[in-house]
Structures are given as structure tokens and as C-alpha cells.
């Protein structure tokens, strides 16, 4: 099946850093990819759509200033966390939809945990 | 509005004995309705899917689960747990309108645990 990858696995930084978090699709090409944020013991919530070519579509209540996505080619999406604070400590996952015969299936990478000091 | 309900956030199961995770969902529309399980540091996998097609949808590593309209239901289960089982479990429903097609809303996730 297709793999989705994601790049750091984990990081630590201090507060007021921004912190760059790539979402690479390594076998497929990825039009469109999401990227979803998960407290702890909570469930996945999407935090925008990522548009190879076009601004990303961020949902409600998520600041496009502080969650800066650039989707600078077809198999890559990067998410920078701007002025990280404690409270932006979460687990990050991005996802690809598929194509062809896996149109109706999402490819989800295997998240990246960001701890802010 | 779509939703997804899980109704138990813990499943606690002997290993060889059946099992049951239970979903309902809310939708304005026919959704497409989707189990995916989280082992810890891994992405997503998916289990099976239902998109309107049969009802009882055969996935893998001996899941299964069943679309009932009636009920609003697409409970996942397996007739006998390995440990291998043992992870995060997540019903998601994709809403089927314009705009919104690769959108997915999560349930609140079902953590099993198999015990030998």
C-alpha cells in the first residue's frame, strides 16, 4: 500500500521557537493532504487541508499564523508550528489520500510528538 | 452535523475470546464509514471501510464489521483476539457532500487490551 512519512518522529524545543514538521507521500502523489492533531487519550482532530499549488484550508478555530503549511510539491507537506508555548505540545499526523483503486482510503503517517519546554 | 460516537473508550478482552467494539454515527447523509487501528508510534491503519456497498464488510486480520441504518451502527468485531490486537481503535465517518469528500471525523477512540 501507499507509505506516508513524516519527519522529525519526535522533538523537543523551547517555547517562542518554531518547529518544522515535514509530511512526505513516498510512493504516490498527494494533490491534497491533511494534517490532524492529537492531545493526549483524545482522538484526531483535523487541523487543515494541505493544496499542492494553493493556500491550505484551515479549520475553525485554528490560527493559519501559527500553523504555517506550505505544500511545496506533490509529495510533500510541511507544517511549522510559529512561537511554539507548552500548550502546542501534541501529537501531529498528516494523511494522503489515495488514488486509483485507493481513492476511497487515507494513507496517515506515523506522527510526530512535539514536546514544548 | 456528522458525528461518531464510541461508546467504550476501554475493552479489556482474554486472548481467543471474541470482540466488540462499538460505533454509532450521525449523518445527514449516506456516509462512508471507516475502522482504523493506532498501534503506539505507528500511523494509522486501515481495517475495512464501508461505502455503501455490502453491509457486513470483511476487513483485515480477521475483523469485520456491520452497516446498520436502522440502528446508525458499524460495530467492529473479531471472533477470536490475538494480542497482537491490542492498540487504539478509531471508527471515522467521511461525510458525503461536495467539499468535504476527503474529510474525516474521528470517534473518540477505543483502547483494547488483551490479556493471555
Known amino acids: 500500500g501507499a507509505v506516508v512519512s513524516q519527519h522529525p518522529s519526535r522533538v523537543i524545543c523551547k517555547s517562542g521557537t518554531s518547529v518544522k514538521i515535514e509530511c512526505r507521500s513516498l510512493d504516490f502523489q498527494a494533490t491534497t493532504m491533511f494534517w490532524y492533531r492529537q492531545f493526549p487519550k483524545q482522538s484526531l482532530m483535523l487541523m487543515a487541508t494541505?493544496?499542492?499549488?494553493?493556500?491550505?484550508?484551515?479549520e475553525q478555530g485554528v490560527e493559519k499564523d501559527k500553523f504555517l503549511i506550505n505544500h511545496a510539491s506533490l509529495t510533500l507537506s510541511t507544517l511549522t508550528v510559529t512561537s511554539a508555548h507548552p500548550e502546542d505540545s501534541s501529537f501531529y499526523i498528516c494523511?494522503?489520500?489515495?488514488?486509483?483503486?485507493?481513492?476511497?482510503?487515507?494513507?496517515f503517517g506515523p506522527g510526530t510528538r512535539l514536546t514544548v519546554l | 452535523a456528522q458525528s461518531v460516537t464510541q461508546l467504550d473508550s476501554h475493552v479489556s478482552v482474554s486472548e481467543g475470546t471474541p470482540v466488540l467494539l462499538r460505533c454509532n454515527y450521525s449523518s445527514s447523509y449516506s456516509p462512508s464509514l471507516f475502522w482504523y487501528v493506532q498501534h503506539p508510534n505507528k500511523g494509522l491503519q486501515l481495517l475495512l471501510k464501508y461505502t455503501s456497498a455490502a453491509t457486513l464488510v470483511k476487513g483485515i486480520n480477521g475483523f469485520e464489521a456491520e452497516f446498520k441504518k436502522s440502528e446508525t451502527s458499524f460495530h467492529l468485531t473479531k471472533p477470536s483476539a490475538h494480542m497482537s490486537d491490542a492498540a487504539e481503535y478509531f471508527c471515522?465517518?467521511?461525510?458525503?457532500?461536495?467539499?468535504?469528500?476527503?474529510?474525516?471525523?474521528f470517534g473518540a477512540g477505543t483502547r483494547l487490551a488483551v490479556h493471555p
Open positions: 471515522v465517518v467521511r461525510p458525503m457532500f461536495s467539499g468535504g469528500y476527503n474529510k474525516l471525523i
Open positions: 494523511s494522503a489520500p489515495g488514488s486509483g483503486g485507493t481513492y476511497n482510503e487515507q494513507f
Open positions: 494541505s493544496n499542492e499549488g494553493s493556500k491550505a484550508t484551515y
